[in-house]
T-cell receptor, first 109, second 113 residues
Framework: QKEVEQNSGPLSVPEGAIASLNCTYSDRVSQSFFWYRQYSGKSPELIMSIYSNGDKEDGRFTAQLNKASQYVSLLIRDSQPSDSATYLCAVNNDYKLSFGAGTTVTVRA | EAGVAQSPRYKIIEKRQSVAFWCNPISGHATLYWYQQILGQGPKLLIQFQNNGVVDDSQLPKDRFSAERLKGVDSTLKIQPAKLEDSAVYLC???????????FGEGSWLTVV
């Protein structure tokens, strides 16, 4: 079982819609969870971090964490063409960051 | 604040040749990471340093890869001899001691032909 798994995608959404990205992780003791955005040919850029159960909102982004289900998600509201990128879920265990394979999102104008 | 610096940005070598990548982390960051990202995959941790000591190198192919971080600042990742499957982006990242947020450099793109 992979440490971090993401829905495979690609995900295509119309402009203005909500994009929903999912991630599960295998290590129950994980405490820190991150979403990185990676544009084609660029390095990953941190967009959200979440540490406790529930929702965390930042602008058009909402991260949701459920530790009992070992599940973390990212919602992108009012999707824009500039949101077209690969989104990487990352989980921190003992300061080692493990990444999922990423979900590629395309926002159609 | 200056970000994580890496060089060279791009390198093309033939298989069995050697290559070295350099990284300068964000000033004051004690922890330095080297990740390998193959096209279509997420980054995979190769080695993690805390100051100039190795914290984790469990996924570093030690028969061909080596890394050092002299004086706890800059780091160099070397591959010798390179194989075709080493074609990837090598991402250097850093974080403050005990910090949760990891910042990435622009990456060094390696193509082995």
């Amino acid at each position: 079982q992979k440490e971090v798994e993401q829905n495979s995608g690609p995900l295509s959404v119309p402009e203005g819609a909500i994009a929903s990205l999912n991630c599960t992780y295998s290590d129950r003791v994980s405490q820190s969870f991150f979403w990185y955005r990676q544009y084609s040919g660029k390095s990953p850029e941190l967009i959200m971090s979440i540490y406790s159960n529930g929702d965390k909102e930042d602008g058009r982004f909402t991260a949701q964490l459920n530790k009992a289900s070992q599940y973390v998600s990212l919602l992108i509201r009012d999707s824009q063409p500039s949101d077209s990128a690969t989104y990487l879920c990352a989980v921190n265990n003992d300061y080692k960051l493990s990444f999922g394979a990423g979900t590629t999102v395309t926002v159609r104008a | 604040e200056a970000g994580v610096a890496q060089s060279p940005r791009y390198k093309i070598i033939e298989k069995r040749q050697s290559v070295a990548f350099w990284c300068n982390p964000i000033s004051g960051h004690a922890t330095l990471y080297w990740y390998q990202q193959i096209l279509g995959q997420g980054p995979k941790l190769l080695i993690q340093f805390q100051n100039n000591g190795v914290v984790d190198d469990s996924q570093l192919p030690k028969d061909r890869f080596s890394a050092e971080r002299l004086k706890g600042v800059d780091s160099t990742l070397k591959i010798q001899p390179a194989k075709l499957e080493d074609s990837a982006v090598y991402l250097c990242a850093s974080s403050s001691a005990g910090g949760n947020t990891i910042y990435f450099g622009e990456g060094s793109w390696l193509t082995v032909v």
